[in-house]
């Protein structure tokens, strides 16, 4: 998801905090005339791993998975076949390249709550509740270490012009509920950045959150760690 929306704000995040970044890209020539030479290019089609695909995922500490169909009107077989179908070979082919990282994943806000905005979103995009779902029950089941990061309704407004909520869960999504897709590559960034968030499922949108985004990030890993530690009094 690299060369269009949050996903090439990710990269930039990614390269100013000194990161090495592969991009995997079915449009080459578009990926490089974004980065140039900042980045690794794989050219490859998620919708069709082949041998390069499987490639791209060896050797890597993170993957970050942002791909999805474009804003627009699309039928189901198309949303299968990106929003799950590319998610899952994305999955198996970090599996079976045993990367060292965890696995993020970029999804949107909302699914499991039957709000007028979630509603009007499925009859543009044909059944992207059911299959971003799933798409997320394939990330829990697949062993690897994981982040999902679910994002409200997205922007082009430069970063930082917003004040960002970060909570754990699923929130429903609000028609009032906007964040910038640069602010989102930020919490990502982030997240790569902190190596210890590990099965965390969060929810980003505008809003006056408590602390900064590592903060913000740190408190949605505290339910999950203290569930995992054992109590003392027994």
Sequence with gaps: GATSGTGTHVVNALLEQGGNVRVLARNGPKARALFGDRVELVVADLTRPDAAFRAAFQDVGDVVFTAAVPPRPAGEALIKAVDHDGLVAALEAARAASITGRFLYMNTMGKEHRTLPMRVLNLIKRGISRWRIAAEQAIRSSGLPYVIVRASMLTNKPEGRSL???????????????????????????????????????????????????????ACQQPLQARMEPDPDR
């Design 164 to 218: 960002l909520s970060i909570t754990p869960g699923d929130a429903p999504l609000r028609f009032s509920m906007k964040v910038a897709r640069a602010d989102v590559a930020r919490v990502f960034a982030c997240a790569v950045a902190d190596k210890g968030l590990r099965k965390v499922e969060l929810s980003v949108t505008n809003g006056a959150g408590t602390g900064d985004i590592a903060t913000q990030l740190a």
